[in-house]
């Protein structure tokens, strides 16, 4: 018996598709696809919310000091000549930082290991890339769904079918977040 659905594809192609679609429904919070698909995302979406939930409130806050660049009033940066160079002015800056505990790090990494980047385009600049946003899925993942399912003990998704496609008679459902 096997552990896991094919998908009638090869294996490159399967985690392809599945990683792209786990990575829509945490980005959306809803797909749609067909029931065997939904089955399997569902697996690994509830596996990354559980890892989310565990590892949530596990990081430090530090202190540090960073160097920010002096701007003018059009927000561009100060610069004064030294020793016939122009240079950068800069201010020292004390910064609050999330430091993650080593297995808070590992659960970014085995969730950076399933997601895709996600870059969020504004309709107005379509094709363009001025003013595209690069969206953080695995802060989304511990700030976001790891408070909001904190209480609950598994069964974050819900799958509700919509009927049969028309090309092929499969059963088109629609994953959700809870």
Do not use: C, W
């Not at 919070?29 to 990354?48: P, W």
């Not at 989310?52 to 009033?73: C, L, P, R």
């Not at 069964?155 to 088109?172: F, L």
């Amino acid at each position: 018996m096997a552990m896991y659905r094919k998908l009638g594809k090869k294996s490159d192609a399967r985690k392809a598709l599945l990683r792209n679609q786990v990575t829509q429904l945490l980005y959306h919070g809803k797909i749609e696809t067909t029931e065997a698909r939904a089955k399997e995302v569902r697996k690994i979406a509830e596996h990354l919310i559980t890892l989310a939930v565990k590892e949530k409130d596990n990081f430090d806050e530090v202190t540090v000091t960073a160097k920010v660049a002096k701007k003018d009033k059009d927000g561009k940066r100060i610069k004064e000549v030294v020793d016939g160079k122009k240079v950068t002015q800069y201010d020292e800056v004390e910064k609050k930082v999330k430091k993650d505990q080593p297995s808070r790090l590992h659960a970014r990494r085995q969730m950076l290991k399933v997601l895709y980047p996600v870059v969020e385009v504004p309709t107005e600049a379509a094709g363009k890339k001025a003013n595209t946003k690069k969206i953080d899925l695995v802060a989304k993942l511990f700030d976001e769904y790891g408070a909001k399912y904190a209480s609950r003990k598994g069964g974050y998704t819900r799958i509700v079918k919509v009927g049969e496609r028309r090309g092929d008679g499969a059963m088109v459902v629609i994953l959700e977040l809870v």
